[in-house]
């Protein structure tokens, strides 16, 4: 099959090239090799740019290296086949889901998942939409709820709120009848108010200190943004970021940094409210796997999520 590789974790993106790899066979036998396994014809697969710094694409869960790794953890694909131990899911089912991180990924013409990290998408859903609604749909998802507990009637400031991750969290706080500030470049304005923000934040011109109080940050951003947002939060508030570590508390509250895992119920009660109108993607470009490698190497920073159609 085709596949992008990386080997060379000193090399980084430019060790990135587009190879003839052995197909995966995922087939568990009795000795539970792989049990739990499908096999996924990879139609869309989505990948996150900074993936190459992370431990885990250069070993498995022992720690052992893996190279030559593909990358990308997103996808949406037809099952083409099941190992012993699968439920759920048959042959010839249309899926999505996030890989392993620890494991072969999407870039690539097929990849062998656990089928409990993935859900059915429904026959009316395009694969590329199913594909860039993995990691942001979960992600905010997480953030929003299960880490940040958010309830009807609360107010909560989304960092970057017209970026991939931001924008679903905006989306998804609006419909749990949440107040939503939304924050970014003066230039994201409009976008972040029409994912559903009532309010904007232009972190370069305006206070971040005059919005007054919130129960929820969801930050995307870390640094002094992360820092600052601390002091807006009223007592007993949440902190909620995806940008790794900080020191930063609200007063009396708590802060939870956290990565983002697969969950198939989530899954599917996202892509439900994809299909009734409730929720959108945010895709910035479609390109095939032959593109990929300057897909990952934009040479301007791309807005929205690119999405690696592998099938046509
Ligand atoms: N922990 C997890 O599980 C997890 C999961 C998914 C993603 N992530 C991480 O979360 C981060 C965000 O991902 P994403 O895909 O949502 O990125 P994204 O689409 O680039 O969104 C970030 C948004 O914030 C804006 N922004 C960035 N820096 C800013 C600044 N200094 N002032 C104002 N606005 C700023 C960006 O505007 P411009 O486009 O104009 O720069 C963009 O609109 C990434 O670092 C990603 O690796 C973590």
Do not use: C
Request: glycine share 12%; hydrophobic share 40%.
């Amino acid at each position: 099959m085709k596949a992008i590789v990386v080997t060379d974790r000193a090399a980084g993106t430019a060790g990135m090239k587009l190879v003839e790899r052995p197909e995966p066979q995922g087939l568990g036998d009795l000795t539970g090799a792989n049990y739990g396994d499908v096999v996924v014809q990879v139609y869309a697969s989505g990948f996150t740019g900074d993936e190459l710094s992370w431990p885990s694409t250069w070993v498995d869960r022992l720690g052992r290296d893996r190279t030559p790794t593909i990358p990308g953890h997103e996808v949406a694909g037809v099952v083409t086949a099941l190992s012993y131990g699968t439920t759920g899911l048959s042959v010839g089912q249309r899926v999505f889901g996030l890989t392993d991180w620890t494991r072969d990924g999407t870039l690539a013409e097929y990849v062998a998942v656990e089928a409990r990290n993935l859900a059915p998408l429904p026959g009316d859903v395009d694969f590329t939409v199913g594909a860039a609604l993995v990691m942001p749909g979960l992600t905010a998802w997480q953030g929003l709820f299960e880490h940040g507990r958010l309830r009807a009637g609360q107010t909560v400031l989304v960092h970057g709120a017209a970026g991939v991750v931001g924008s679903m969290a905006t989306q998804l706080a609006r419909e749990a009848g949440a107040y939503v500030i939304g924050t970014g470049r003066a230039s994201s304005r409009q976008t972040a108010l029409d994912f559903g923000a009532q309010e904007f934040v232009d972190l370069e011109n305006d206070a971040l200190e005059d919005i007054g109080g919130v129960d929820l940050v969801f930050d995307v951003l870390g640094g002094d943004i992360v820092t600052r947002s601390a002091a807006v939060i009223r007592p007993g508030g949440t902190l909620v970021t995806i940008a790794g570590p900080t020191e930063a508390r609200p007063v009396n509250g708590h802060t939870v940094d956290f990565v983002v895992v697969p969950d198939r119920a989530q899954l599917i009660a996202l892509v439900q409210r994809v299909r009734e109108g409730q929720l959108r993607t945010n895709i910035g470009t479609i390109d095939t796997l032959d593109d990929a490698v300057a897909a990952f190497n934009p040479a301007k920073r791309a807005n929205g999520k690119t999405i690696i159609r592998v099938r046509p």
